[in-house]
């Protein structure tokens, strides 16, 4: 009875929140600066309550190069054409000494700027919440946008996470330098400034990211890539052949001796 | 039972732990554990410390309770899902993929093959020889290590006497509240042993072997030991933030070092050491040493020039299915080398 009990809780504390969140979408931004000048906006739609950095910065179509290696989630190496090519390269290939340059996470407080403490997996991003990206030594933070401007910017929002949209997030010329500096005030989003419900005209159940259940997050990531011909294991096996060979001769040694 | 020549069987272990710590590629790690687990056998044959090891083994086999674990809870990408957690729990939210039970696996794998290495060094070296490797300067820092690695088996010796002692006295152990009487001996044990090994070391003259030097001559070490770690210190600094021209900083480095070097010479003279016994060198030394070199110099080549031949990540966009370069699983193979040229008996 104390098993079922626990189960029938485990399964609402499951269900719940995923059920509440059904049908509400909300709105991060994204913002991406080049070393070029080059400044990249997207709006990302969203269902769920929050979703992490990397999932925002996943689904902003730009390719993206992670590195999970470090086993305590992803490191940020390349977005377009800027960083470095892992692994054929270090992911910090930029910041082995001085200066140090490596894609810096930044996320918008209050209006300004700050340097983000987490990394993009751990972050957690609400409705509203924006996101920034700049390469660099970490002294300077991207233009600061808010969300409206963002989503106002873009010729077309990201409708649904789990299919390719049809627009490419636009690119908008960076700001003039008053505009930039990471102190100025920003009005914060607000409700009604929020991007009209007519661009949602996807039904809410296509952008539901799913929480519990279903497909990934990253599956707006590049199509994965083949997987090596036969011939590689073709040669594993002889090469296990080989040991085997190795370990029964000291077998007969150890045995012999 | 003594293996190798110390020096050639530090030079398999430095080669062989290379693979487990510059590469996370499952085939490769694989084939190193299938490697050096008959070296591991070929050690345990002749040496009596290997149970001891043995031990460190199987309790390496439950790394993956962790890392599987860890992983899989902390990383929630990948495109195969297992299945989901609530997003608003902190860091376990999410989804839980495929990919990073994988990778977990991956890391259990890898300091299981580090383990195992390093258990079939161990049990294969002496450890008293190892240390007389230690620079002659060093020597105080030798003797506090040597103590130090027996401590451990003295500790364990000593408290398999005691219990076998209060067993045959009909003391039977059952709870921690029995522990009392092996606790309070071993205690006890324990600091005599300390004073007894004190007394030993002052009447075999510890400490009292280094030639005396003038002042002018101890105030010279040590503005050069200072002139020296400055220099390294200046260029460290000169190579990170200056790096138009880090040539400078590398040259200020190498001279740091250097000046350090030559000090530490100088100090080495004061200490009059004797050895009793010269370890022997014999020809699969030479063999084990040359094929170390090989096989660690083969590694680092790789990873210098195409690190992507050791790179796997099960993440997207990479293919969860590694792929193999046959040239580099033969050069793993070379991990073996110790138990074809082992002396058995």
Same mark, same amino acid.
């Given at each position: 009875?104390? !098993?079922?009990?626990?189960?029938?809780?485990?399964?609402?504390?499951?269900?719940?929140?995923?059920?509440?969140?059904?049908?509400?979408?909300?709105?991060? &931004?994204?913002?991406?600066?080049?070393?070029?000048?080059?400044?990249? %906006?997207?709006?990302?739609?969203?269902?769920? /309550?929050?979703?992490?950095?990397? /999932?925002?910065?996943?689904?902003?179509?730009?390719?993206?190069?992670?590195?999970?290696?470090?086993?305590?989630?992803?490191?940020?190496? !390349?977005? &377009?054409?800027? &960083?470095?090519?892992?692994?054929?390269?270090?992911?910090?290939?930029?910041?082995?000494?001085?200066?140090?340059?490596?894609?810096?996470?930044?996320?918008?407080?209050?209006?300004?700027?700050?340097?983000?403490?987490?990394?993009?997996?751990?972050?957690?991003? @609400?409705?509203?919440?924006?996101?920034?990206?700049?390469?660099?030594?970490?002294?300077?933070?991207?233009?600061?946008?808010?969300?409206?401007?963002?989503?106002?910017?873009?010729?077309?929002?990201?409708?649904?996470?789990?299919?390719?949209?049809?627009?490419?997030?636009?690119?908008?010329?960076?700001?003039?330098?008053?505009?930039?500096?990471?102190?100025?005030?920003?009005?914060?989003?607000?409700?009604?400034?929020?991007?009209?419900?007519?661009?949602? /005209? %996807?039904?809410?159940? !296509?952008?539901?990211?799913?929480? %519990?259940?279903?497909?990934?997050?990253?599956?707006?990531?590049?199509?994965?890539?083949?997987?090596?011909?036969?011939?590689?294991?073709?040669?594993?096996? @002889?090469?296990?052949?080989?040991?085997?060979?190795?370990?029964?001769?000291?077998?007969?040694?150890?045995?012999?001796? | 039972?003594?293996?190798?020549?110390?020096?050639?069987?530090?030079?398999?272990?430095?080669?062989? *732990?290379?693979?487990?710590?510059?590469?996370?590629?499952?085939?490769?790690?694989?084939?190193?554990?299938?490697?050096? =687990?008959?070296?591991?056998?070929?050690?345990?044959?002749?040496?009596?410390?290997?149970?001891?090891?043995?031990?460190?083994?199987?309790?390496?086999?439950?790394?993956?309770?962790?890392?599987?674990?860890?992983?899989?809870?902390?990383?929630?990408?990948?495109?195969?899902?297992?299945?989901?957690?609530?997003?608003? =729990?902190?860091?376990?939210?999410?989804?839980?993929?495929?990919? *990073?039970?994988?990778?977990?696996?991956? +890391?259990?794998?890898?300091?299981?093959?580090?383990?195992?290495?390093?258990?079939?060094?161990?049990?294969?070296?002496?450890?008293?020889?190892?240390?007389?490797?230690?620079?002659?300067?060093?020597?105080?820092?030798?003797?506090?290590?040597?103590?130090?690695?027996?401590?451990?088996?003295?500790?364990?010796? +000593?408290?398999?006497?005691?219990?076998?002692?209060? #067993?045959?006295?009909?003391?039977?152990?059952?709870?921690?509240?029995?522990?009392?009487?092996?606790?309070?001996?071993?205690?006890?044990?324990?600091? $005599?042993?300390?004073?007894?090994?004190?007394?030993?070391?002052?009447?075999?003259?510890?400490?009292?072997?280094?030639?005396?030097?003038?002042?002018? $001559?101890?105030?010279?070490?040590?503005?050069?030991?200072?002139? *020296?770690?400055?220099?390294?210190?200046?260029?460290?600094? =000169?190579?990170?933030?200056?790096?138009? #021209?880090?040539?400078?900083?590398?040259?200020?480095?190498?001279?740091?070092?250097?000046?350090?070097?030559?000090?530490?010479?100088?100090?080495?003279?004061?200490?009059?050491?004797?050895?009793?016994?010269?370890?022997?060198?014999?020809?699969?030394?030479?063999?084990?040493?040359?094929?170390?070199?090989?096989?660690?110099?083969?590694?680092?080549?790789? =990873?210098?020039?195409?690190?992507?031949?050791?790179?796997?990540?099960?993440?997207?966009?990479?293919?969860?299915?590694?792929?193999?370069?046959?040239?580099?699983?033969?050069?793993?193979?070379?991990? *073996?080398?110790?138990?074809?040229?082992?002396? #058995?008996?």
């Amino acid at each position: 009875m104390r !098993k079922k009990l626990f189960l029938i809780t485990l399964i609402a504390l499951v269900l719940i929140p995923a059920m509440g969140q059904a049908q509400k979408l909300n709105h991060a &931004g994204l913002v991406i600066q080049f070393p070029d000048g080059q400044l990249e %906006t997207v709006c990302v739609e969203f269902s769920a /309550d929050e979703i992490s950095g990397v /999932d925002l910065l996943s689904r902003s179509e730009l390719p993206v190069t992670f590195d999970y290696s470090s086993g305590l989630g992803a490191t940020v190496c !390349k977005i &377009g054409e800027t &960083g470095c090519n892992y692994p054929g390269e270090n992911c910090f290939c930029r910041c082995q000494g001085s200066p140090c340059i490596y894609w810096n996470y930044w996320m918008l407080k209050d209006g300004q700027w700050v340097y983000s403490p987490l990394g993009a997996g751990n972050r957690r991003l @609400g409705d509203g919440d924006v996101d920034g990206w700049f390469w660099g030594d970490g002294q300077q933070s991207p233009p600061l946008l808010s969300l409206d401007e963002i989503c106002q910017t873009e010729t077309e929002l990201f409708t649904s996470p789990l299919e390719t949209p049809t627009a490419q997030p636009t690119a908008t010329p960076p700001p003039s330098p008053t505009a930039t500096g990471p102190v100025s005030p920003l009005p914060l989003p607000t409700a009604t400034a929020r991007p009209p419900a007519a661009t949602t /005209d %996807t039904p809410a159940a !296509k952008v539901f990211i799913p929480v %519990t259940s279903g497909e990934s997050p990253a599956s707006k990531t590049p199509p994965a890539n083949p997987p090596p011909s036969s011939d590689s294991y073709v040669g594993f096996a @002889g090469v296990l052949a080989a040991l085997g060979l190795i370990a029964l001769t000291a077998w007969r040694r150890r045995k012999g001796a | 039972m003594i293996v190798f020549h110390v020096i050639a069987w530090v030079s398999w272990l430095a080669a062989s *732990a290379m693979i487990p710590l510059l590469t996370q590629h499952p085939l490769y790690l694989l084939l190193t554990v299938g490697a050096a =687990w008959p070296v591991y056998q070929t050690v345990r044959q002749v040496s009596p410390e290997a149970a001891m090891w043995g031990s460190l083994i199987k309790l390496a086999g439950f790394v993956w309770l962790f890392t599987v674990p860890f992983s899989a809870l902390s990383v929630h990408v990948g495109r195969i899902v297992l299945f989901g957690l609530p997003i608003h =729990w902190p860091i376990v939210g999410g989804i839980v993929t495929l990919e *990073a039970v994988i990778q977990g696996l991956i +890391a259990g794998l890898k300091l299981f093959t580090l383990l195992l290495i390093f258990a079939t060094f161990n049990s294969g070296v002496d450890h008293y020889r190892l240390l007389r490797l230690t620079p002659a300067f060093l020597y105080h820092l030798g003797v506090i290590i040597s103590i130090a690695v027996t401590f451990v088996p003295q500790m364990m010796a +000593a408290g398999r006497e005691i219990r076998e002692a209060q #067993t045959i006295r009909g003391h039977r152990f059952r709870g921690l509240r029995d522990l009392l009487p092996l606790f309070v001996p071993l205690l006890t044990g324990g600091l $005599e042993r300390a004073v007894g090994l004190a007394e030993s070391m002052e009447a075999r003259g510890f400490g009292g072997n280094v030639r005396s030097i003038s002042d002018s $001559e101890e105030l010279l070490t040590k503005f050069s030991t200072l002139a *020296a770690l400055l220099l390294a210190l200046a260029g460290v600094f =000169w190579y990170s933030y200056f790096s138009a #021209t880090r040539e400078i900083g590398l040259a200020l480095m190498g001279l740091g070092t250097a000046l350090l070097v030559g000090v530490f010479w100088r100090l080495g003279r004061r200490v009059e050491r004797t050895r009793y016994r010269r370890g022997v060198w014999r020809r699969r030394d030479t063999a084990l040493a040359l094929i170390s070199l090989t096989l660690g110099g083969g590694v680092l080549a790789v =990873w210098l020039a195409h690190p992507a031949l050791l790179h796997y990540s099960p993440y997207p966009p990479h293919s969860l299915w590694p792929d193999f370069n046959v040239g580099l699983g033969l050069l793993t193979l070379l991990v *073996a080398t110790p138990a074809l040229l082992a002396e #058995t008996r």
